[in-house]
């Protein structure tokens, strides 16, 4: 819970806490992810994304503190297939939402069903910008290559760690939907390496 000392109200909140390992946390990659996730956030004021309040650092530990989501998120809803007006309904949603990172020049390169939280009204916010890119920074030699993301929705360019721009999140849109109107992930496989070659090869599912 976050108490606002002006007026004494307060709020429930997620925080996502990395605490200090054996060394600085400066040095620590997954503490510049955190770092680089918030500044990516901080200048989106839309409910496309998870608002967030608060950010802070010690010698021990940083946190965000951000939007509480008590209806979870949405592959929960995916056991079994969505009725096709939901899944467009959520399909809108994550069109709109993308349109708004996309046009503050933020690729997801992350998204899936347990990074898309819903709320009450039925609207959707993304969340989960820890390997997001920024459009207006040119990407490091040293990233070219690496390969990001969740396998089951990474984009054919994403497969062969080669850069990356908003198609990438428009593959991964529409790997949602099929899922949300089949109950199945378009390719599956044993290993990681068999999804991304499917990824890369194989034909389009039909519905």
């Excluded at 989106?44 to 994304?49: F, K, L, Q, S």
């Excluded at 979870?72 to 809108?92: K, V």
């Excluded at 939402?97 to 039925?122: E, Q, S």
């Amino acid at each position: 819970v976050l108490e606002n000392g002006v007026n004494g109200t307060s709020m429930e909140v997620v925080l996502k806490v990395l605490h200090r390992g054996r060394g600085a946390l400066s040095r620590d990659e997954n503490y510049e992810r955190l770092v680089a996730e918030f500044k990516l956030l901080y200048d989106i004021d839309d409910r496309a994304v998870a608002e967030i309040y608060d950010f802070r650092v010690t010698s021990q530990y940083c946190y965000i503190a951000m939007e509480y989501f008590p209806v979870g998120h949405l592959g929960t809803q995916l056991e079994t297939p969505l009725a096709p007006e939901e899944a467009l309904h959520y399909a809108r949603e994550l069109a709109h939402a993308l349109a708004i990172i996309h046009t503050a020049g933020v690729i997801h390169r992350d998204l899936k069903p347990g990074n898309i939280m819903l709320r009450d009204d039925d609207s959707i916010a993304l969340i989960d910008f820890g390997i997001s890119q920024s459009l207006r920074v040119e990407v490091s030699p040293e990233s070219k290559g690496e390969i990001a993301g969740t396998p089951y929705y990474m984009s054919p360019e994403q497969a062969r760690g080669e850069p990356t721009d908003e198609r990438s999140d428009l593959y991964a849109l529409g790997v949602i939907l099929y899922q949300m109107l089949t109950g199945a992930k378009p390719y599956v496989g044993e290993t990681t390496h068999a999804i991304l070659e499917q990824h890369k090869s194989a034909p389009l599912p039909a519905l």
